[in-house]
């Protein structure tokens, strides 16, 4: 099987042509050499079955950001057949090198001149055939959003795979200096006998445009208004389609699967149904969000807004050690923080990533919300209800500025942070389509099993041993809830309500019927005992920790998969636990003290 | 000869030097920095926030950070 690889520099349409050349079969996979996830699909390709490979978009082969890299890492060790070019063909003066440095390391490649409509417009002029011949490599003109130049490209490949390899493929090794001068001379070149460019450029619309989302006046509250339709959009949308699927699969529960385990043993059937089917469904209960959010936020990313976005917000973030993309994520990771995290990936600096992951957990999720909505309902009045979850709202934008604050020294950003900013484009729905799919294939890959994993765990925790009350004091999670006594006491949390933690640990939304369960009622009634039992200030004091303790299990599964490392998630649950005891106690206890 | 950092909106500059690591400079090279360039600031954010500049095509943001590295010789327009 032959392996062609897709590569070049960012926005330059690269993954719209791999979407376009590989139908929609695109699949995740590992390669030696490199410790990510990349896009990849079988293909048949200029008469071969191939393997094509979407190389993240990089500025140099030769640098040491992350993405570069993983480019180094797959061509140092994987045969590389073929390397179809990307580049953005108004910006083929600066974008040239990348395709230099392939082809001195004797990678047989083929050049890929894409966006040649926006070339074209700008009244920027290329002579493709003379720039072949002095290349002596196959250039073809594409455009990869409407389909144009398909036929060439793929008979370029063709005419590339199908030579006869004459240069053994070389390592990537530093340029020296000389190197460097004399590839940017050659690149001067080429560019003066075949690019013409206009005397002015003519890209009015994106200064148009610009000149109005990034007005100094309105340009921060039209963002604020932009994410806060895009935020009612994905989670008002997609929260009455979770809680259909809610319905369905306890109707599904109640009239199928029940009646069919009814002669089993009861602890089979509670390990099925409270168990793995629980897992399966709190997995499948995301589908709709990620799906909805990567929908949204593809037409976002692709108009090129979102760069925008990081430009207005780059003044506050800078001095937190994030950037305005990573303020984005966190925002949306007020309706889940589960799709917010898989959404980093478009910040394409490490510790800058990192640091972004380490803090959306903090958001306070609609899940949260539900939790705190019944316990203030149940314990306040209406006024005074709503100046506690306004509090607990502050206290989350807070508990995420201080983590920030606190842990931007250990993922500091060693590398320039230059953004470019893209022409506004219309985003194609093939494309934005794809992108959805990709992400829920992945998300449902990779995470699924850790998420029902743990699902069981708990499930052994509050369900053995089997012969006393499900979720009592005499399982094992009661018995960890008396264990852990001495810590959870002074915050003013009960054992009760520390088995209720350790359900919450799946979701938040079990956090109810985690209480349900334990008190053995339902509703209004469960409503009343809290209300007899529990205090305000403990009430409070228990919200406090139900908000950073730690997130759900998909988040945490999530986080694990984006970073690919365990340290950071073990560094981020225990930051978490330790904050969450922290800010309960200073609570508990000051309230206490004033109140006695 | 000046830095970057000295521009204000509406100015432009050639590129005269980039004071830094040669491994950043193939960095900033390939993003369209490079001596010899001409290069326009388009805006600025306020409180000392980046700069929205353009190099032929390619417009960028840039940190104050980063636009104190590079030098430039002030032109007209």
């Given at each position: 099987?032959?392996?062609?690889?897709?590569?070049?520099?960012?926005?330059?349409?690269k993954?719209?042509?791999?979407?376009?050349?590989?139908?929609?079969?695109?699949?995740?996979?590992?390669?030696?050499?490199?410790?990510?996830?990349l896009?990849?699909?079988?293909?048949?390709?200029?008469?071969?079955?191939?393997?094509?490979?979407?190389?993240?978009?990089?500025?140099?082969?030769?640098?040491?950001?992350?993405?570069?890299?993983?480019?180094q890492?797959?061509?140092?060790?994987?045969?590389?057949?073929?390397?179809?070019?990307v580049?953005?063909?108004?910006?083929?003066?600066?974008?040239?090198?990348?395709?230099?440095?392939?082809?001195n390391?004797?990678?047989?490649c083929?050049?890929?001149?894409?966006?040649?409509?926006?070339?074209?417009?700008?009244?920027?002029?290329?002579?493709?055939r003379?720039?072949?011949?002095?290349?002596?490599?196959?250039v073809?003109?594409?455009?990869?959003?409407?389909?144009?130049?398909?036929?060439?490209?793929?008979?370029?490949?063709?005419?590339?795979?199908?030579?006869?390899?004459?240069?053994?493929?070389?390592?990537?090794?530093?340029?020296?200096?000389?190197?460097?001068i004399?590839?940017?001379?050659?690149?001067?070149?080429?560019?003066?006998?075949?690019?013409k460019?206009?005397?002015?450029?003519?890209?009015?619309?994106?200064?148009?445009?610009?000149?109005?989302?990034?007005?100094?006046?309105?340009?921060?509250?039209?963002?604020?208004?932009?994410?806060?339709?895009?935020?009612?959009?994905?989670?008002?949308?997609?929260?009455?389609?979770?809680?259909?699927?809610?319905?369905?699969?306890?109707?599904?529960?109640?009239?199928?699967l029940?009646?069919?385990?009814?002669?089993?043993?009861?602890?089979?059937?509670?390990?099925?149904?409270?168990g793995?089917?629980?897992?399966v469904?709190?997995?499948?209960?995301?589908?709709?969000?990620?799906?909805?959010?990567?929908?949204?936020?593809?037409?976002?990313?692709?108009?090129?807004?979102?760069?925008r976005?990081?430009?207005?917000?780059?003044?506050l973030?800078?001095?937190?050690?994030?950037d305005?993309?990573?303020?984005?994520?966190?925002?949306?990771?007020?309706?889940?923080?589960?799709?917010?995290?898989?959404?980093?990936?478009?910040?394409?600096?490490k510790?800058?990533?990192?640091?972004?992951m380490?803090?959306?957990?903090?958001?306070?999720?609609?899940?949260?919300l539900?939790?705190?909505?019944?316990?203030?309902?149940?314990?306040?009045?209406?006024?005074?209800?709503?100046?506690v979850?306004?509090?607990?709202?502050?206290?989350?934008?807070?508990t995420?500025?201080?983590?920030?604050?606190?842990?931007?020294?250990?993922?500091?950003?060693?590398?320039?942070?230059?953004?470019?900013?893209?022409?506004?484009?219309?985003?194609?729905?093939?494309?934005?389509i794809?992108?959805?799919?990709?992400?829920?294939?992945?998300?449902?890959?990779?995470?699924?099993?850790f998420?029902?994993?743990?699902?069981?765990?708990?499930?052994?925790?509050?369900?053995?041993?089997?012969?006393?009350?499900?979720?009592?004091?005499?399982?094992?999670?009661?018995?960890?809830?008396?264990?852990?006594?001495?810590?959870?006491?002074p915050?003013?949390?009960?054992?009760?309500?520390?088995?209720?933690?350790?359900?919450?640990?799946?979701?938040?939304?079990?956090?109810?019927?985690?209480?349900?369960v334990?008190?053995?009622?339902?509703?209004?009634?469960?409503?009343?005992?809290?209300?007899?039992?529990?205090?305000?200030?403990?009430?409070?004091?228990?919200?406090?920790?139900?908000?950073?303790?730690?997130?759900?299990?998909?988040t945490?599964?999530?986080?694990?998969?984006?970073?690919?490392?365990?340290?950071?998630?073990?560094?981020?649950?225990?930051?978490?636990?330790?904050?969450?005891w922290?800010?309960?106690?200073?609570?508990?206890?000051?309230?206490?003290?004033?109140s006695? | 000869?000046?830095?970057?950092?000295?521009?204000?909106?509406?100015?432009?500059?050639v590129?005269?030097?980039?004071?830094?690591?040669?491994?950043?400079?193939?960095?900033?090279?390939?993003?369209?920095l490079?001596?010899?360039?001409?290069?326009?600031?388009?805006?600025?954010?306020?409180?000392?926030?980046?700069?929205?500049?353009?190099?032929?095509?390619?417009?960028?943001?840039?940190?104050?950070?980063?636009?104190?590295?590079?030098?430039?010789?002030?032109?007209?327009?």
């Amino acid at each position: 099987m032959k392996r062609i690889a897709l590569l070049g520099m960012p926005n330059t349409g690269k993954s719209t042509l791999f979407n376009r050349l590989s139908g929609s079969s695109a699949r995740v996979g590992n390669w030696p050499g490199i410790t990510v996830d990349l896009h990849a699909v079988k293909t048949l390709l200029g008469g071969h079955i191939s393997e094509l490979v979407d190389l993240p978009g990089i500025y140099d082969l030769q640098g040491l950001s992350e993405d570069e890299k993983i480019v180094q890492g797959f061509i140092n060790h994987n045969k590389i057949d073929l390397a179809i070019v990307v580049l953005c063909s108004s910006q083929i003066e600066r974008q040239l090198s990348l395709m230099l440095q392939l082809k001195n390391l004797h990678i047989p490649c083929l050049l890929a001149l894409n966006m040649s409509d926006e070339a074209k417009k700008m009244g920027i002029t290329i002579n493709d055939r003379i720039l072949e011949r002095k290349l002596k490599i196959p250039v073809v003109k594409i455009s990869a959003k409407y389909g144009e130049g398909m036929t060439e490209l793929l008979k370029a490949c063709a005419q590339v795979m199908n030579q006869k390899i004459t240069f053994p493929i070389k390592k990537i090794k530093p340029l020296n200096v000389s190197d460097q001068i004399s590839n940017g001379k050659k690149i001067q070149a080429l560019i003066k006998s075949t690019v013409k460019f206009p005397l002015k450029l003519n890209d009015k619309n994106t200064k148009k445009l610009d000149s109005f989302f990034l007005n100094p006046y309105w340009g921060l509250p039209i963002f604020f208004i932009i994410v806060f339709s895009i935020f009612q959009f994905i989670f008002s949308l997609g929260k009455p389609i979770q809680d259909l699927m809610t319905q369905f699969f306890n109707f599904f529960r109640i009239d199928y699967l029940e009646p069919l385990f009814v002669n089993h043993h009861s602890i089979f059937q509670s390990l099925l149904l409270d168990g793995l089917y629980l897992g399966v469904t709190t997995v499948a209960s995301f589908v709709p969000i990620i799906i909805l959010f990567f929908l949204i936020m593809s037409v976002v990313e692709d108009s090129g807004y979102f760069s925008r976005a990081a430009f207005l917000m780059d003044t506050l973030m800078e001095k937190i050690g994030l950037d305005g993309r990573g303020f984005v994520m966190m925002l949306m990771g007020f309706g889940c923080n589960v799709p917010a995290l898989m959404g980093t990936k478009i910040m394409r600096t490490k510790e800058l990533r990192l640091l972004t992951m380490f803090v959306i957990p903090f958001s306070l999720c609609s899940a949260r919300l539900q939790v705190f909505l019944f316990i203030i309902s149940a314990l306040f009045s209406a006024k005074y209800g709503a100046l506690v979850l306004y509090g607990l709202y502050l206290l989350s934008f807070l508990t995420i500025f201080i983590s920030a604050l606190v842990f931007k020294n250990q993922f500091k950003n060693k590398e320039p942070i230059i953004i470019e900013l893209p022409p506004y484009r219309f985003p194609t729905l093939n494309h934005v389509i794809k992108r959805s799919v990709l992400e829920i294939k992945y998300f449902l890959t990779r995470a699924s099993k850790f998420i029902v994993i743990g699902v069981l765990l708990v499930w052994a925790l509050t369900h053995f041993p089997t012969d006393v009350p499900i979720a009592s004091e005499l399982t094992y999670s009661g018995q960890l809830g008396k264990w852990l006594s001495p810590i959870f006491q002074p915050i003013g949390i009960n054992e009760q309500l520390v088995i209720a933690l350790i359900f919450g640990f799946i979701a938040k939304e079990i956090v109810i019927g985690a209480l349900a369960v334990i008190y053995g009622m339902e509703g209004t009634a469960l409503a009343h005992h809290l209300y007899s039992n529990i205090n305000q200030i403990q009430a409070i004091s228990f919200m406090i920790f139900t908000l950073i303790y730690t997130p759900c299990l998909s988040t945490i599964a999530t986080l694990k998969n984006e970073s690919k490392s365990l340290s950071l998630v073990i560094y981020s649950v225990s930051w978490a636990l330790l904050l969450a005891w922290v800010f309960s106690f200073i609570f508990y206890q000051t309230s206490i003290y004033f109140s006695s | 000869m000046i830095t970057l950092l000295k521009l204000s909106e509406g100015q432009c500059g050639v590129i005269h030097a980039l004071k830094m690591d040669p491994s950043l400079i193939q960095r900033f090279n390939a993003m369209g920095l490079r001596c010899g360039k001409k290069i326009t600031v388009l805006r600025k954010a306020q409180f000392k926030g980046p700069f929205h500049v353009m190099i032929d095509t390619t417009e960028l943001m840039i940190r104050e950070h980063e636009a104190s590295l590079i030098q430039i010789t002030p032109t007209a327009a």
